[in-house]
């Protein structure tokens, strides 16, 4: 398996380097040992895509926000709503 190393303020982690998240989440993930049973569960994850979204497209109409902003949010929640990303969210 290859690795990247992230850095936070407690210094440098190993994370997979097929996974979007930072150390952070690596930290938890290898301290707490938290499994798929405690997961958040998918319909909440895509919930907040839904979420996402549509604050996006309304901080863009607000002209808080760029097109190109909003439409690589709108791109990354539209994956994430047709499951392409549902192993990026392993912790509660």
Same mark, same amino acid.
């Given at each position: 398996? %290859? /690795? ?8 440098? $982690? ?5 996974? /979007?998240?930072?150390?952070? @989440? ?8 938290? =499994?798929?049973? &405690? ?5 909440? $994850?895509? =919930?907040?895509? /839904?979420?996402?979204?549509? &604050?996006? /497209?309304?901080?863009?109409?607000? =002209?808080?926000? @760029?097109?190109? %902003?909003?439409?690589?949010?709108? @791109? $990354? ?14 912790? $509660?």
């Amino acid at each position: 398996m %290859k /690795y990247r190393i992230e850095k936070d303020t407690m210094g440098e $982690v190993k994370v997979p380097a097929d996974k /979007y998240w930072g150390a952070q @989440t690596e930290r938890s993930r290898n301290n707490f040992k938290i =499994g798929p049973s &405690a997961s958040m569960p998918l319909e909440i $994850v895509h =919930g907040f895509a /839904y979420l996402k979204k549509a &604050a996006a /497209y309304a901080n863009c109409e607000l =002209g808080v926000l @760029t097109e190109a %902003k909003r439409n690589l949010i709108a @791109t $990354v929640c539209d994956e994430i709503l047709a499951g392409k990303l549902d192993d990026q969210f392993p912790l $509660v």
